[in-house]
């Protein structure tokens, strides 16, 4: 193997380079002084409130006077006294328990006793089931 002339190595260098800055580097210090230094136009915005919290407390006063001063009740609707009464008639006429009428209208006995005790927040579906398998009449009367 006679080489002809100087073995030559004809590959281009390879650069490897870290990938670009994202835009919380960008923003650290040691970059903002490197970008000062070379002369590179830099932005610099105060944000208001910055490091405090007089946001959260300054405003309170103003609040807890509105909510002092307010009176508005602010409760759910109950099933009504009529609507439980006429619930527990239909029942007792047709000879259901309350887990025999729950099972019929596919709801959890525990529904049936709210409905009845007053405690349920009025459902038109679940009346309306009830309206069908106790075949009486319990809505339309207010």
Not at 76 to 82: A, I, L, Q
Request: no cysteine; aromatic share 2%; net charge positive.
């Amino acid at each position: 193997m006679a080489g002809v002339g100087p073995m030559t190595q004809d590959w281009e260098p390879v650069v490897i380079r870290k990938k670009a800055p994202n835009a919380a580097a960008k923003r650290d210090e040691k970059s903002v002084n490197a970008a000062r230094r070379s002369g590179a136009d830099i932005e610099t915005v105060r944000k208001f409130n910055a490091g405090t919290n007089k946001a959260a407390s300054s405003g309170t006063s103003l609040n807890t006077k509105r909510l002092d001063d307010d009176t508005e009740n602010l409760t759910h609707e109950r099933v009504p006294t009529e609507l439980k009464k006429a619930i527990m008639q239909a029942r007792t006429e047709k000879k259901l328990t309350q887990s025999q009428l729950a099972q019929i209208i596919n709801e959890k006995p525990q529904v049936i006793q709210e409905y009845e005790s007053g405690k349920a927040i009025p459902n038109q579906q679940i009346l309306s089931k009830l309206e069908r398998a106790l075949g009486a009449k319990l809505r339309g009367k207010k």
